[in-house]
Nanobody, 120 residues
Framework: QVHLVESGGGLVQAGGSLRLSCILS????????MGWFRQAPGKERDVVAR???????DYVDSVKGRFTISTDNAKNTVFLQMNSLKPEDTGVYYC??????????????WGQGTHVTVSS
């Protein structure tokens, strides 16, 4: 059974940094990609960064140059280093395995997420 646990969120001032972690259990994401999703208050959950098993990364424009996604494949863990945070980065952050060639999640199941609040 797949299980996702996100952590590392918190309250931070604009310009600050946070490092999120996501631990995947029940399977590996070998030959797939992992994505970090953000759900801002009152909005849908959208992917902000993704990384393939081989390490290729991709970001939405709003976080390019500020966020870095990385993995520890041996530990089935994905990280999201978030620097120069802005109030618009506020939301609940989730991770999930992605459908190959897509930014859509492979599973309907989601972890509890981790809350990020950026104050101005």
């Amino acid at each position: 059974q797949v299980h996702l646990v996100e952590s590392g969120g918190g309250l931070v001032q604009a310009g600050g940094s946070l490092r999120l972690s996501c631990i995947l259990s029940g399977r590996t994401f070998r030959n797939y990609a992992m994505g970090w999703f953000r759900q801002a208050p009152g909005k849908e959950r959208d992917v902000v960064a993704r990384v393939t098993w081989s390490g290729t990364t991709d970001y939405v424009d709003s976080v390019k140059g500020r966020f870095t996604i990385s993995t520890d494949n041996a530990k089935n863990t994905v990280f999201l280093q978030m620097n120069s945070l802005k109030p618009e980065d506020t939301g609940v952050y989730y991770c999930n395995i992605l459908i190959p060639g897509s930014t859509r999640p492979l599973y309907d199941y989601w972890g509890q997420g981790t809350h990020v609040t950026v104050s101005s």
